[in-house]
């Protein structure tokens, strides 16, 4: 019998690093545990990335990754709501005091009634005028809105004619501003109401007061002589807004 040959080497050879021996004493206190690798996305560039499922993996690899993706947030969408709608209360309040006080000696900038014009404030001006004179009658509401905004229209059209530069929604806010007079005068005649004289005065102070307040702001010095042709219209507009309250 022949004896047997020298032994080949083994193709790999592992070292003490690659194996720990352990006795069997310590082998029933061992414990582990499998884990996958996690597989990650580099989103571009910023160093950052993020762990995928494999189902998240499963439809990129296939095409569907467009199903995955998320828009970010607008900053544009998370506005307030008087934001949204345009609506600065600090703003029409100091055009509200501009109004019922027009006297320049009270600095304050009347200008910016003209200048910067909104429809909200002019609208509930409108809106409350409209409560107090028809008591209840809701359905004519919408001719005093019919009214003012046909009737800022005729001083428009008029004050262009004449020369004056002036945009509509520049007289369709100082007209609806300029009805808060009324509105003051008005829980007043309740109490005068039974004075004849004395609620005819008021009647004249606050139309002209509203008047006052409209003609002061769109009639300039671009119209010169002809201011008479512009200021009559108006003082007619708020004599009648004042009959629609009064029921005259």
């Known amino acids: 019998m022949q ?20 006795s069997s004493a310590d082998a ?10 996690d597989v990650k996305l580099n989103l571009g560039g910023g160093g950052e990335f993020i762990k995928e499922s494999t189902a998240t993996t499963f439809l990129r690899q296939r095409g569907y990754g467009w199903l995955l993706e998320v828009e970010d947030d ?3 969408d998370n506005k307030p709501l008087l934001e949204e709608l345009d609506i600065d209360l600090k703003d029409i309040y100091y055009k509200i005091r501009c109004v ?20 909200w404030g002019p609208l509930a001006v409108v809106l409350f005028f409209s409560m ?16 003012w905004i046909f009737g800022s229209l005729t001083i428009f059209l008029l004050a262009r004619v004449l ?31 039974s004075f004849e004289v004395v609620s005819t005065l008021i009647k004249l102070f606050g ?4 008047a006052y307040s409209a003609a002061s702001l769109l009639v300039g010095e671009e119209f010169k002589t002809k201011k008479p042709l512009l200021i009559y219209p108006i003082f007619l507009l708020y004599i009648y807004f004042l009959s629609l309250y009064t029921g005259v």
Request: glycine letters at 10%; aromatic letters at 12%; charged letters at 10%.
């Open 74 to 76: 607008d900053p544009e």
């Open 132 to 147: 107090i004179s028809l008591y209840g009658q809701f359905k004519v509401v919408s001719w005093i809105i019919t009214i």
């Open 28 to 37: 029933e206190d061992l414990s582990g545990s499998i884990t996958t690798p």
């Open 163 to 193: 020369g004056g530069e002036v945009a509509y929604g520049q007289v369709l806010g100082v007209i609806g501003y300029s009805l808060l007079p009324l509105i003051v005068i008005a829980p007043v005649l309740l109490v005068v109401g």
């Open 207 to 210: 139309v002209f007061w509203a």
């Open 3 to 22: 004896p047997p040959g020298p032994q080949q080497p083994p193709l790999y050879a592992p070292s003490n690093g690659d194996f720990t021996f352990v």
């Open 100 to 119: 019922l006080m027009p006297m320049p000696s009270l600095g304050f900038n009347r200008q910016v009634v003209r200048d910067n014009p909104d429809f």
